[in-house]
């Protein structure tokens, strides 16, 4: 008899959802496998805001070290989740197709604020990314920690006198709880790798690497690497307001990178068009660019913000 894969993953709605799909992917293949559910970090302190905690694979450690005690065999996260160098032992097994990339504004009464860039909002949010995107459109607006998983940021969005939260389109639609009060910010960038599944296997461990490879989309391997090397270049890290998105049209990869100060106030971005034959290098490349063009002051800031 076979010996399930076990599939690890944290204990939320939405990383249930997740690795769920990982399973059925392996039992459509006749493979034998089963859920692990794994208590992490992330999850437990729903107060401290991310940007203040070690952020680097703080929704990652955990799994990492039950598959490197062999507790599991696989590791399902959100990709935008994972730090851009992983663990010693650890390799990419796979990466699912990609869902909806874009952030969503979850809005309690009406979003005429949205019209209005002097009007005084209050937007609730734990991600410095999109923090200081927001402040650069909105600098008026008051932004407020919001911590938790998809269910609990909702509930608190109801609970607190705020107007609005943005949360991953992704994350809510995945699990059917996108409200009908919702906006897709379509100017607003996405973290790198925002919409991605990765799945992660031990290196050495070619049974388990071998049985994902049916369900790794090679375009979205691709473009979330770009995104990825973008961010790496840049400074790393998902506590840090850097965004990226490529996207492959007709044989084009279409990157967009922004960088900004925490406060919004400064910003710069790039674009960049290529074949995707010779597009394997675009997010080192345009990080290096706008490093020339003032980023690394704005990096320098960032590192002493963090020390």
């Given amino acids: 008899m076979q010996t399930p894969i076990r599939i690890g993953t944290r204990e939320s709605q939405l990383a249930v959802w ?15 496998a089963e859920l692990v559910p794994i208590r992490s970090e992330g999850d437990i302190d729903l107060r401290t805001p991310l940007y203040e905690m070690n952020v680097q694979g ?3 450690r955990s799994l990492d070290i039950a598959l490197l005690n062999r507790q ?11 730090p851009t160098q992983m663990a010693s032992g650890i390799r990419q097994a796979a990466v699912l197709k990609r869902g909806p990339v874009r952030d969503l504004l979850v809005y309690k009464s ?5 019209q209005d860039k002097h ?22 607006h008051e932004v407020h920690n919001l911590r938790g998983n998809v269910n609990t940021r909702l509930r608190k969005l109801s609970e607190e006198s705020w107007d609005a939260a943005i949360f991953a389109q992704a994350g809510l639609e995945r699990i059917g709880l996108r409200p009908e009060k919702s906006i897709v910010l379509e100017w607003m960038l996405p973290a790198p790798a925002q919409g991605a599944i990765l799945v992660a296997c031990r290196e050495a461990d070619e049974e388990s690497w071998n049985a994902c490879q049916q369900m790794n989309d090679p375009d979205t391997a691709l473009c ?4 990825r ?38 910003n710069l971005t790039i674009e960049k068009i290529l074949p995707v034959e010779i597009a394997g290098e675009i997010g080192k490349t345009a990080a290096a660019e706008l490093l020339e063009r003032g980023g690394s002051e704005i990096t320098e800031s960032l590192r002493a913000e963090r020390s």
């Fill in 18 to 32: 997740q690795a769920s799909q990982v399973l059925e992917l392996l039992e459509r293949q006749g493979i034998a």
């Fill in 58 to 60: 703080i929704f990652t």
């Fill in 72 to 82: 599991i065999d696989l590791a399902v996260h959100s990709m935008k989740d994972v």
């Fill in 110 to 114: 009406n979003p005429d604020f949205l």
């Fill in 119 to 140: 009007s005084v909002a209050r937007i609730a949010t734990s991600s410095i990314r999109r923090k200081a995107q927001w402040l650069h459109r909105f600098p008026a």
């Fill in 224 to 227: 979330t690497k770009l995104e």
């Fill in 229 to 266: 090397d973008f961010l790496r270049t840049l400074l790393g890290g998902c506590s840090t307001p850097i965004s990226a998105l490529a996207e492959i049209e007709a044989g084009d990869v279409y990157f967009s990178g922004q960088l900004l100060s925490t406060d919004g106030v400064h």
